[in-house]
């Protein structure tokens, strides 16, 4: 069946610091994914998507590319801030329009 | 409503007893889901509604988890005779049919059930 694979938390940098998250999908057909973040406290939200091969999403500094020939969804950051720290969930829908999340991967952000 | 509404936002419960959540999703929404977030664990798909069509009930992970939803709006999941390792938060989320936002979830706050 259709999966997402995402890395292993925690993930704590420095401010300033690169961010990488990786994901990995498996599916059928060609699924949209996503990045949804959840802030302490707060509710899941959409942070990107990508709706199609070699689509890059972006938000906030924040960026992925749909890659199908590694069926892969990165998400990355030039430089992060305290203010990024969360727990960040990789996702995809798939033909059935059922929604799949990862284990999601928590991020500290240290100043 | 602006959002997508769940209820209660805390449960506290004794073990063997009955509980129902309920999603009130943003008016409009044809696709309502629900999922499962243990502590320390990612989400679990449980239940997915669309529409008039029959529900994807896939991730329901006994017989003591069952779900409704009425009018294609307001939903309830219940689980029955519930056990401690039941204790999770409960996640609703819906999304429209069409439009830009088609496959973009929208969340509620959840119901955090506690099993004692």
């Known amino acids: 069946g259709n999966s997402v694979t995402q890395m292993e938390g925690p993930v704590t940098l420095s401010e300033e610091a690169f961010l990488t998250i990786n994901c990995t999908y498996t599916?059928?057909?060609?699924?949209?994914l996503f990045w949804y973040v959840q802030y302490p406290g707060e509710g899941l939200q959409l942070l990107l998507k990508?709706?199609?091969?070699?689509d890059k999403g972006s938000n906030k500094g924040f960026e992925a590319t749909y890659r199908k020939e590694t069926t892969s969804f990165h998400l990355e950051k030039g430089s992060v801030q305290v203010s990024d720290s969360a727990v960040y969930f990789c996702?995809?829908?798939?033909?059935?329009?059922?929604?799949?999340f990862g284990a999601g991967t928590r991020l500290f952000v240290k100043a | 409503g602006a959002g997508v509404s769940q209820s209660p936002s805390n449960k506290v419960t004794e073990k063997g007893k009955d509980v129902e959540l309920r999603c009130d999703p943003i008016?409009?929404?044809?696709?309502l889901y629900w999922y499962r977030q243990s502590l320390g664990q990612g989400l679990e798909f449980l239940i997915y509604?669309?529409?008039?069509?029959?529900?994807?009930k896939s991730g329901l992970p006994s017989d003591r988890f069952s779900a409704e939803r009425t009018g294609g709006s307001v939903s309830t999941l219940t689980i029955q005779r519930t056990q401690q390792e039941d204790s999770a938060v409960y996640l609703c989320?819906?999304?429209?049919?069409?439009?830009?936002?088609?496959?973009?979830?929208?969340f509620g706050a959840g119901s955090r059930l506690t099993v004692l």
């Open positions: 990508a709706t199609k091969a070699d």
């Open positions: 599916a059928t057909g060609y699924p949209s």
């Open positions: 509604f669309q529409g008039n069509s029959a529900p994807d």
């Open positions: 989320a819906s999304r429209p049919s069409g439009g830009s936002g088609a496959n973009v979830l929208t």
């Open positions: 996702a995809l829908i798939d033909g059935g329009f059922k929604t799949i």
């Open positions: 008016s409009g929404h044809t696709a």
